[in-house]
Protein backbone atom coordinates (compact mmCIF):
# COMPACT_ATOMS: atom_id res chain seq x y z
CA UNK A 1 0.00 0.00 0.00
CA UNK A 2 1.11 3.21 -0.85
CA UNK A 3 0.72 5.90 1.93
CA UNK A 4 0.30 9.35 2.07
CA UNK A 5 1.82 10.14 5.27
CA UNK A 6 4.83 8.58 7.72
CA UNK A 7 3.38 9.05 11.05
CA UNK A 8 -0.26 10.40 11.82
CA UNK A 9 -2.39 10.92 15.26
CA UNK A 10 -5.50 9.63 14.80
CA UNK A 11 -8.29 11.30 17.30
CA UNK A 12 -11.69 9.18 18.27
CA UNK A 13 -14.65 10.40 19.89
CA UNK A 14 -15.69 8.15 22.92
CA UNK A 15 -19.49 8.49 21.68
CA UNK A 16 -18.58 6.93 18.24
CA UNK A 17 -17.92 3.83 20.29
CA UNK A 18 -21.05 3.54 21.78
CA UNK A 19 -22.12 2.02 18.11
CA UNK A 20 -25.89 2.05 18.60
CA UNK A 21 -25.48 1.64 22.58
CA UNK A 22 -26.72 4.47 24.65
CA UNK A 23 -23.29 4.25 26.49
CA UNK A 24 -20.11 2.13 26.67
CA UNK A 25 -18.53 0.21 24.23
CA UNK A 26 -20.11 -1.61 21.48
CA UNK A 27 -17.86 -4.36 20.79
CA UNK A 28 -18.35 -4.56 17.00
CA UNK A 29 -17.59 -0.83 16.48
CA UNK A 30 -14.31 -1.29 18.28
CA UNK A 31 -13.30 -4.37 16.08
CA UNK A 32 -14.25 -2.67 13.26
CA UNK A 33 -11.80 0.28 14.01
CA UNK A 34 -9.08 -2.22 15.30
CA UNK A 35 -9.60 -3.75 11.70
CA UNK A 36 -8.78 -0.15 9.87
CA UNK A 37 -5.83 0.64 12.30
CA UNK A 38 -4.36 -2.85 12.23
CA UNK A 39 -4.57 -2.26 8.44
CA UNK A 40 -2.68 0.85 7.97
CA UNK A 41 -0.46 -0.21 10.92
CA UNK A 42 0.69 -3.21 8.78
CA UNK A 43 1.21 -0.70 5.70
CA UNK A 44 4.31 1.17 7.65
CA UNK A 45 2.21 3.96 8.92
CA UNK A 46 3.21 4.81 12.71
CA UNK A 47 0.28 5.62 14.29
CA UNK A 48 -0.52 7.51 17.60
CA UNK A 49 -3.96 7.47 18.87
CA UNK A 50 -6.32 9.68 21.44
CA UNK A 51 -9.24 8.39 22.28
CA UNK A 52 -12.36 10.48 24.38
CA UNK A 53 -14.35 9.26 26.95
CA UNK A 54 -17.44 10.70 26.28
CA UNK A 55 -19.22 7.34 25.82
CA UNK A 56 -18.54 7.00 29.58
CA UNK A 57 -18.18 9.89 31.38
CA UNK A 58 -17.73 14.21 30.26
CA UNK A 59 -16.05 16.09 32.75
CA UNK A 60 -17.95 19.13 31.51
CA UNK A 61 -21.63 17.38 31.61
CA UNK A 62 -20.80 16.47 35.21
CA UNK A 63 -19.76 19.43 36.48
CA UNK A 64 -23.28 20.79 34.76
CA UNK A 65 -25.06 18.16 37.37
CA UNK A 66 -23.09 19.34 40.56
CA UNK A 67 -19.67 17.53 40.45
CA UNK A 68 -16.82 19.85 41.14
CA UNK A 69 -15.25 20.67 37.57
CA UNK A 70 -11.67 19.12 38.39
CA UNK A 71 -13.45 16.14 39.88
CA UNK A 72 -15.28 15.70 36.65
CA UNK A 73 -12.68 16.19 34.62
CA UNK A 74 -10.24 14.05 36.40
CA UNK A 75 -12.97 11.05 35.79
CA UNK A 76 -13.40 11.82 32.38
CA UNK A 77 -9.77 11.48 31.79
CA UNK A 78 -9.76 8.06 33.59
CA UNK A 79 -12.34 7.30 31.07
CA UNK A 80 -10.53 8.17 28.39
CA UNK A 81 -8.07 5.14 29.89
CA UNK A 82 -10.85 2.72 29.75
CA UNK A 83 -11.45 3.71 26.67
CA UNK A 84 -7.89 3.09 25.19
CA UNK A 85 -7.18 0.00 27.10
CA UNK A 86 -10.45 -1.47 25.19
CA UNK A 87 -9.06 -0.63 21.98
CA UNK A 88 -5.26 -2.03 22.72
CA UNK A 89 -7.05 -5.06 23.61
CA UNK A 90 -9.13 -5.45 20.09
CA UNK A 91 -6.04 -4.36 18.34
CA UNK A 92 -3.70 -7.10 20.26
CA UNK A 93 -6.54 -9.56 19.55
CA UNK A 94 -6.82 -8.78 15.95
CA UNK A 95 -2.53 -9.77 15.55
CA UNK A 96 -1.79 -5.92 15.89
CA UNK A 97 0.89 -4.40 18.05
CA UNK A 98 -0.23 -1.71 20.73
CA UNK A 99 0.84 0.11 24.05
CA UNK A 100 -1.37 2.81 25.89
CA UNK A 101 0.94 5.41 27.50
CA UNK A 102 -0.85 7.37 30.44
CA UNK A 103 0.01 11.01 30.86
CA UNK A 104 -1.07 10.01 34.11
CA UNK A 105 1.32 7.64 36.21
CA UNK A 106 -0.67 4.42 36.53
CA UNK A 107 1.33 1.54 36.16
CA UNK A 108 0.88 -1.65 35.10
CA UNK A 109 -2.50 -0.09 33.39
CA UNK A 110 0.26 1.43 31.16
CA UNK A 111 3.34 3.17 31.21
CA UNK A 112 4.00 7.03 31.62
CA UNK A 113 4.05 8.97 28.95
CA UNK A 114 7.46 10.42 27.24
CA UNK A 115 7.96 11.56 24.33
CA UNK A 116 11.12 9.69 23.33
CA UNK A 117 9.36 6.04 24.70
CA UNK A 118 6.33 7.08 22.65
CA UNK A 119 8.47 7.68 19.70
CA UNK A 120 10.59 4.34 20.31
CA UNK A 121 7.40 2.08 20.20
CA UNK A 122 6.01 3.89 17.07
CA UNK A 123 9.42 3.17 15.33
CA UNK A 124 8.87 -0.44 16.45
CA UNK A 125 5.97 -1.02 14.85
CA UNK A 126 3.44 -0.33 18.02
CA UNK A 127 -0.15 1.56 17.65
CA UNK A 128 0.57 3.67 20.84
CA UNK A 129 -2.77 4.77 22.78
CA UNK A 130 -1.91 8.41 24.24
CA UNK A 131 -4.58 7.91 27.48
CA UNK A 132 -5.49 10.16 30.06
CA UNK A 133 -5.86 13.43 27.49
CA UNK A 134 -3.43 16.17 28.99
CA UNK A 135 -3.04 15.23 32.85
CA UNK A 136 -4.79 18.49 33.81
CA UNK A 137 -8.59 19.85 34.15
CA UNK A 138 -9.95 21.96 31.55
CA UNK A 139 -8.68 20.89 28.67
CA UNK A 140 -10.77 18.90 26.12
CA UNK A 141 -9.35 15.71 24.38
CA UNK A 142 -9.04 17.27 21.12
CA UNK A 143 -6.24 19.41 22.82
CA UNK A 144 -4.43 16.53 23.78
CA UNK A 145 -4.55 14.92 20.32
CA UNK A 146 -3.52 18.12 19.00
CA UNK A 147 -0.39 18.49 21.57
CA UNK A 148 0.64 14.70 21.47
CA UNK A 149 0.67 15.48 17.68
CA UNK A 150 2.70 18.12 17.78
CA UNK A 151 5.32 16.23 20.39
CA UNK A 152 5.41 13.07 18.23
CA UNK A 153 6.16 15.26 15.16
CA UNK A 154 3.23 13.85 13.21
CA UNK A 155 2.00 14.46 9.58
CA UNK A 156 -0.99 14.94 9.76
CA UNK A 157 -3.67 14.80 12.80
CA UNK A 158 -6.77 12.82 11.45
CA UNK A 159 -10.18 13.77 13.48
CA UNK A 160 -12.25 10.48 13.02
CA UNK A 161 -15.91 11.30 13.65
CA UNK A 162 -19.62 10.26 12.71
CA UNK A 163 -19.73 12.87 9.83
CA UNK A 164 -17.76 12.60 6.57
CA UNK A 165 -16.32 16.03 6.87
CA UNK A 166 -16.57 19.92 8.22
CA UNK A 167 -20.22 21.80 7.52
CA UNK A 168 -21.19 25.21 7.86
CA UNK A 169 -23.50 23.90 10.52
CA UNK A 170 -24.21 20.36 11.84
CA UNK A 171 -25.39 18.34 9.29
CA UNK A 172 -27.66 15.91 11.85
CA UNK A 173 -29.57 19.04 12.75
CA UNK A 174 -29.45 21.25 9.49
CA UNK A 175 -30.24 19.35 6.27
CA UNK A 176 -29.10 22.51 4.22
CA UNK A 177 -25.61 22.66 5.57
CA UNK A 178 -22.96 22.54 3.16
CA UNK A 179 -19.82 20.47 3.21
CA UNK A 180 -16.17 21.90 3.23
CA UNK A 181 -13.23 19.84 0.68
CA UNK A 182 -11.06 21.99 1.94
CA UNK A 183 -11.26 24.93 4.62
CA UNK A 184 -8.67 27.42 6.66
CA UNK A 185 -7.99 27.53 10.30
CA UNK A 186 -8.69 31.10 10.18
CA UNK A 187 -11.94 30.30 8.32
CA UNK A 188 -13.09 28.22 11.31
CA UNK A 189 -12.29 30.93 13.81
CA UNK A 190 -14.32 33.60 11.51
CA UNK A 191 -17.26 31.26 10.78
CA UNK A 192 -17.20 30.07 14.48
CA UNK A 193 -17.40 26.64 13.26
CA UNK A 194 -17.31 23.37 15.86
CA UNK A 195 -14.79 21.37 14.90
CA UNK A 196 -11.84 21.21 17.87
CA UNK A 197 -12.63 23.83 20.64
CA UNK A 198 -10.47 27.01 20.45
CA UNK A 199 -7.08 25.90 22.00
CA UNK A 200 -6.60 22.54 20.24
CA UNK A 201 -7.92 24.72 16.99
CA UNK A 202 -4.53 27.30 18.03
CA UNK A 203 -2.25 24.36 18.40
CA UNK A 204 -2.42 23.22 15.16
CA UNK A 205 -2.37 26.56 13.23
CA UNK A 206 0.25 28.18 15.47
CA UNK A 207 2.25 24.73 14.97
CA UNK A 208 1.73 24.37 10.83
CA UNK A 209 -0.45 20.84 11.83
CA UNK A 210 -2.13 19.82 9.29
CA UNK A 211 -5.91 18.38 10.06
CA UNK A 212 -8.14 15.93 8.31
CA UNK A 213 -11.96 15.81 9.47
CA UNK A 214 -13.41 12.24 8.34
CA UNK A 215 -15.80 9.78 8.75
CA UNK A 216 -14.28 6.47 10.79
CA UNK A 217 -17.18 5.04 11.18
CA UNK A 218 -17.50 3.66 7.33
CA UNK A 219 -14.92 0.88 6.84
CA UNK A 220 -12.27 1.25 5.01
CA UNK A 221 -12.08 4.89 5.18
CA UNK A 222 -8.75 5.01 7.33
CA UNK A 223 -6.84 3.60 4.65
CA UNK A 224 -8.39 6.17 1.59
CA UNK A 225 -7.00 8.85 3.71
CA UNK A 226 -3.51 7.51 4.61
CA UNK A 227 -3.63 7.05 0.73
CA UNK A 228 -3.84 10.46 -0.19
CA UNK A 229 -7.78 10.09 -1.59
CA UNK A 230 -9.86 13.26 -1.46
CA UNK A 231 -12.62 12.45 1.49
CA UNK A 232 -13.50 14.51 4.38
CA UNK A 233 -12.59 17.78 4.79
CA UNK A 234 -8.80 18.91 5.00
CA UNK A 235 -7.99 22.03 7.24
CA UNK A 236 -4.73 23.78 6.35
CA UNK A 237 -2.47 26.24 8.57
Do not use: W
Request: some cysteine; charged content about 25%; overall charge negative.
Amino acid sequence: MKTEFNRILLKLSGESLMGDKPCGIDELRLETYAAQIGEVAAAGVQLGIVIGGGNIFRGLSGASRGFDRVKGDQMGMLATVINSLALQSALQAAGTKAAVLTSIRMEPVGEYYAKSRAIDLLQQGSVVILAGGTGNPFFTTDTAASLRAIELEADVMLKGTRVDGIYTADPEKDPAAEKFDEITFDEIYRRNLKVMDLTATTLCRENNLPLIVFDMDTAGNLKKVVQGEKIGTAVHP
